[in-house]
């Protein structure tokens, strides 16, 4: 079973990315071929700084690793090593109908948030085809949010398949966590560096507890009973804390005696311990970047290994060998 997916590094990651893409990929690394790659490409829609761009790239691969992924199991690469997905890229978009990229829910969010209208952030679905098609992917682990992406990626691979051959093009099928495939934010908006909500993965004790502490609450008196249904702290909470741990939560919210400050270190604390391992790891790959460089080139030559084999045949199809 070949696998594959991607996360952009266009900032920290946080535990949206976590939970909604990287921890569902990274355990599918026992159960196939993995390949999972840094999207600077697509970050280029969002960026226009270089050396940012750098940084974040860096900082991706830094994440991975110390979440779990095994080079000796999975193949971790950037996507602008590959040259050959803009050529997949472009086969595709002559295919792609204008109507398919205009219904893209991503393309009307981002234009709603005021980035610029251009030709990549439009065309970013065959963008995203070509990154999943360019390794015969099968299974795609993706967030809920980016579902529609993946119904276009059949789209367009049916569509070079009816025209060019069946074999052309392997469609491949999503795989989605429905429950933690959308992590609210401190502001109870989906959890998205776009609206500034975001609980990242690695940080200072005292500045992550303060955006803890940051979570929309309402009014209710310390004595009273609180709300648990649409319950920011217990959606966040439940990612973290054992199923004990979670009853007494929502035993004390619902008995009332304990204010929200409570609940909020409570939060907290499990999700600084959670992660204690990952900073941890990070910490450590950190005194060692030359192991990680190491680690994306020999992942870079060995997806494009993969990614020639597939646009020769696409090549061979559609006539341009």
């Given at each position: 079973?070949?696998?594959?997916?991607?996360?952009?590094?266009?900032?920290?990651?946080?535990?949206?990315?976590?939970?909604g893409?990287?921890?569902?990929?990274?355990?599918?690394?026992?159960?196939?071929?993995?390949?999972?790659?840094?999207?600077?490409?697509?970050?280029?829609?969002?960026?226009?700084?270089?050396?940012?761009?750098?940084?974040?790239?860096?900082?991706?691969?830094?994440?991975?690793?110390?979440?779990?992924?095994?080079?000796?199991?999975?193949?971790?690469?950037?996507?602008?090593?590959?040259?050959?997905?803009?050529?997949?890229?472009?086969?595709?978009?002559?295919?792609?109908?204008?109507?398919?990229?205009?219904?893209?829910?991503?393309?009307?969010?981002?234009?709603?948030?005021?980035?610029?209208?251009?030709?990549?952030?439009?065309?970013?679905?065959?963008?995203?085809?070509?990154?999943?098609?360019?390794?015969?992917?099968?299974?795609?682990?993706?967030g809920?949010?980016?579902?529609?992406?993946l119904?276009?990626?059949?789209?367009?691979?049916?569509?070079?398949?009816?025209?060019?051959?069946?074999?052309?093009?392997?469609?491949?099928e999503?795989?989605?966590?429905?429950?933690?495939?959308?992590?609210?934010?401190?502001?109870?908006?989906?959890m998205?560096?776009?609206?500034?909500?975001?609980?990242?993965?690695?940080?200072?004790?005292?500045?992550?507890?303060?955006?803890?502490?940051?979570?929309?609450?309402?009014?209710?008196?310390?004595?009273?009973?609180?709300?648990?249904e649409?319950?920011?702290?217990?959606?966040?909470?439940?990612?973290?804390?054992?199923?004990?741990?979670?009853?007494?939560?929502?035993?004390?919210h619902?008995?009332?005696?304990?204010?929200?400050?409570?609940?909020?270190?409570?939060?907290?604390?499990?999700?600084?311990?959670?992660?204690?391992p990952?900073?941890?790891?990070?910490?450590?790959?950190?005194?060692?970047?030359?192991?990680?460089?190491?680690?994306?080139?020999?992942?870079?030559?060995?997806?494009?290994?993969?990614?020639?084999?597939?646009?020769?045949?696409?090549?061979?199809?559609?006539?341009?060998?």
């Amino acid at each position: 079973m070949r696998i594959l997916t991607g996360l952009q590094p266009s900032g920290k990651l946080h535990i949206g990315n976590y939970f909604g893409a990287m921890h569902p990929a990274i355990k599918l690394q026992d159960q196939g071929e993995a390949f999972y790659f840094l999207a600077d490409y697509h970050a280029m829609t969002s960026m226009s700084d270089a050396e940012t761009l750098r940084q974040n790239t860096q900082d991706l691969a830094l994440d991975f690793l110390a979440c779990g992924l095994d080079p000796e199991k999975a193949t971790i690469f950037r996507q602008s090593d590959i040259p050959e997905v803009c050529e997949l890229a472009w086969i595709l978009s002559t295919v792609c109908p204008m109507g398919l990229l205009e219904r893209a829910h991503s393309y009307k969010d981002k234009i709603a948030k005021g980035l610029d209208a251009n030709h990549a952030l439009f065309a970013y679905p065959t963008l995203m085809a070509a990154d999943i098609l360019l390794y015969d992917s099968e299974v795609v682990p993706v967030g809920k949010d980016q579902k529609q992406h993946l119904e276009m990626t059949r789209d367009l691979a049916g569509k070079i398949n009816d025209r060019f051959g069946e074999e052309t093009l392997v469609i491949p099928e999503a795989q989605i966590q429905e429950n933690t495939a959308i992590v609210p934010g401190l502001d109870g908006q989906k959890m998205s560096k776009s609206y500034n909500n975001t609980l990242p993965l690695c940080g200072a004790q005292k500045a992550l507890r303060k955006q803890v502490m940051r979570i929309t609450t309402d009014s209710t008196p310390v004595e009273d009973p609180k709300p648990t249904e649409d319950s920011n702290i217990i959606s966040l909470y439940k990612l973290f804390a054992t199923d004990a741990e979670m009853q007494q939560m929502i035993a004390d919210h619902n008995a009332g005696g304990f204010g929200y400050g409570d609940f909020k270190q409570r939060l907290f604390d499990a999700y600084w311990e959670y992660f204690a391992p990952f900073r941890a790891k990070r910490e450590e790959l950190e005194k060692n970047l030359d192991y990680v460089d190491q680690v994306i080139t020999a992942g870079s030559q060995k997806a494009r290994a993969e990614a020639t084999k597939v646009l020769d045949r696409v090549r061979s199809a559609v006539g341009l060998r």
